[in-house]
């Protein structure tokens, strides 16, 4: 009796335990955090909601000025992917406490979706007015063009208010410092609409718009951080059984290669795009300028030099794999006498330091 009396108060003790725990803890997304990172939990979705406003703002004051230049209400049904943003909005904060995930934004995917045909109408009219009333609206024209280039700034912006999920601080840095890289040359990009021989012609419209669309389908994904690779080195007692376990990697897994894919999509999605936009301009149109000449060879030296970097790594990684790292640690090892119990004395290898 004493030992069933001994169990019930330690189940009761155990109840109230939990009871003390999830009334002092906060529950998000079915797990129970402290206040200490409660608080923390609390600031991401801040930053998760402001990050979300900043693009709905953006994605609907563009849409509204598109309808009042085209005098066309169903220009509003973008409004409706606009508003999607907040439903995604509403997940993420539910199931992820407003972390973002690792390898794509859905919220940055949705605001180009609903902010880039509005500005395809908008540049469209700007092109129709420089035909028929150049000079008359300089003011409208400079107001709408920052309208449209606000674009880039509210997507860096944004992506650097969103809370950064499993991405470290000098990652989420290098990915912001790649996006205003990429932004700097499709700012340049779409400078050309100011030139005759894009605005008299819709065909060089849509091309144009075509190629600037696709670069904007990069922010998205987010595939500059690098996976990082340990390997483990085993030095045993005599240095002639060292073992390291070095099997090939198997071509195929380049399918699931981070950085291969990071390469394809910058060559496929902005510098191929704009390299054969800007020979056709070139050699087709005749448009030559030293900024078109400047940007044309800097597109075809990143295409070559990013085929070059995805075949060093090909190589690197799949066909030859180096063993750099691995010999770092045998060169080390240094020989150690020792005396065993028998009275013979044998030379050890003992490494100086062991790498993981």
């Known amino acids: ?17 939990g009871r003390d725990i999830r009334e002092s803890h906060i529950e998000i997304g079915g797990e ?48 409706l992917i606009a508003i999607a ?10 199931m992820r406490a407003g972390d973002e995930r ?3 934004c859905p919220s940055v995917l949705l605001y180009v979706i609903a902010t880039a045909p509005p500005i395809w109408l908008l540049e469209r009219k700007l092109c129709e007015w420089r035909m028929t009333k150049q000079g008359l609206l300089a003011d409208e024209e400079f107001r709408l063009q920052m309208l449209e280039q606000l674009l ?27 996006y205003l890289a990429i932004s700097s040359d499709i700012v340049e990009f779409f400078d050309v609409f100011k030139e005759k021989v894009v605005w008299s012609s819709p065909f060089v419209q849509h091309i144009i718009l075509g190629a600037w669309t696709l670069s904007l389908l990069q922010f998205p994904f987010v595939l500059t951080v690098s996976r990082a690779r340990k390997m483990r080195v085993a030095i045993t007692k005599n240095f002639e059984e060292l073992i390291v376990e070095n099997r090939r990697p198997d071509p195929c897994n380049v399918l699931y290669d981070v950085d291969m894919w990071a390469i394809i999509l910058a060559n496929s999605l902005q510098d191929i795009p704009f390299l054969s936009v800007r020979l056709y301009l070139m050699f ?73």
């Open 1 to 17: 009796m004493a030992m069933i009396a001994e169990i019930d108060e330690m189940n009761e003790r155990r109840r109230t335990r």
């Open 32 to 79: 129970l955090l402290d206040p200490s990172e409660g608080t923390f939990v609390l600031l991401n979705i801040g930053r998760a909601i402001l990050a979300r406003t900043l693009f709905i703002v953006h994605s609907i004051a563009t849409i509204w000025q598109t309808v009042h230049m085209e005098e066309r209400n169903s220009v509003w049904g973008f409004a």
């Open 85 to 94: 943003i907040l439903l995604e909005g509403a997940h993420t904060i539910v």
């Open 102 to 104: 690792k390898w794509f």
């Open 152 to 178: 880039l700034v509210v997507l860096i912006i944004g992506r650097w208010l969103l809370p950064k999920g499993d991405i470290s601080r000098e990652q989420l840095s290098q990915i912001l410092l790649a």
């Open 284 to 356: 087709d149109r005749g448009l030559v300028t030293y900024t078109m000449v400047f940007f044309t060879c800097k597109n075809a030296l990143i295409i070559v030099l990013q085929t070059y970097r995805a075949f060093i790594l090909f190589n690197d990684r799949y066909l030859h794999p180096r063993l750099t790292s691995i010999e770092a640690p045998v060169k080390r090892a240094r020989r150690v006498p020792r005396r065993h119990a028998n009275g013979e004395s044998r030379d050890e290898y003992q490494p100086i330091c062991r790498s993981k």
